[in-house]
């Protein structure tokens, strides 16, 4: 029996999920959480063998989630199920830790399989996904300017993004002011962008937000 935990801030695709999982003999909902905070306290709690986890959460988001929880217990398969495309997010993601990335669109089977897969300790990765990370072995190969982003640089350019302080992301990330404030330099030069504003256009026409 694979032991779930679901984090997600829409109720109704908990229990969506949750509904789905209850008719696989193999796998049990053991836990819910609507935000990052609660994903990692259920994950202290240790009733669980694999998370599956939404990016765009209020409070500390998934990927701040990802971050702490993939510290803490590096060994948990964690299976992103986002709204964002795979295409933006996914080869990011599974180098920060992630065990495989699926966007909310695709079949329920899909996300059973990826969880049954990701559970045996093996990465999920679907053919779009392949196809990305095969580029990115090409030196070639041109990159979005958000992917070349550290983990903490991407974690602040998002909640930049969203229009978030920098007290309040040091707060939220446990940094100084100091800390965040050299951070958002370092993404204002790597992207070439001149102002919050700029990082939030870019953010949304890339589809890094809602």
């Known amino acids: 029996m ?10 109704i695709v908990r229990n969506g999920l949750r509904q789905y999982f209850s008719e696989q003999v193999d ?7 609507a935000n990052g905070r609660e994903a990692l306290e259920l994950v202290r709690q240790g009733d669980l063998d694999v998370l599956v986890m939404d990016l765009s959460m209020p409070g500390q988001s998934g990927v701040d989630a990802l971050a702490a929880i993939h510290a803490r217990v ?3 398969p964690i299976l992103i199920l986002s709204g ?3 295409a933006h997010y996914a080869t990011t993601m599974l180098k920060q830790g992630a065990s495989g990335y699926l966007n909310k669109e695709c079949d329920p089977e899909e996300i059973v399989n990826a969880i049954r897969t990701i559970a045996r300790g093996r990465k999920y990765i679907s053919t779009a996904v392949a196809e990305q990370l095969a580029s990115g072995l090409d030196p070639t190969a041109s ?24 007290g309040h992301i040091a707060d939220g990330m446990s940094l100084s002011v100091k800390t965040v404030s050299t951070y958002r330099t370092r993404v204002m030069e790597k992207m070439a962008l001149k102002s919050n504003s700029d990082l939030t256009y870019y953010a949304l026409k890339a589809g890094l937000i809602q």
């Open 74 to 76: 590096p060994e948990l």
């Open 27 to 33: 796998l049990r909902v053991t836990g819910e959480a």
């Open 143 to 166: 990159k979005e300017p958000h992917e070349l982003l550290s983990e903490r640089e991407l974690q602040v350019f998002l909640r930049l993004a969203k229009g978030e302080t920098i």
């Open 84 to 86: 964002f495309p795979e």
């Open 2 to 11: 694979i032991r779930i935990v679901i984090a997600d801030d829409h109720a």
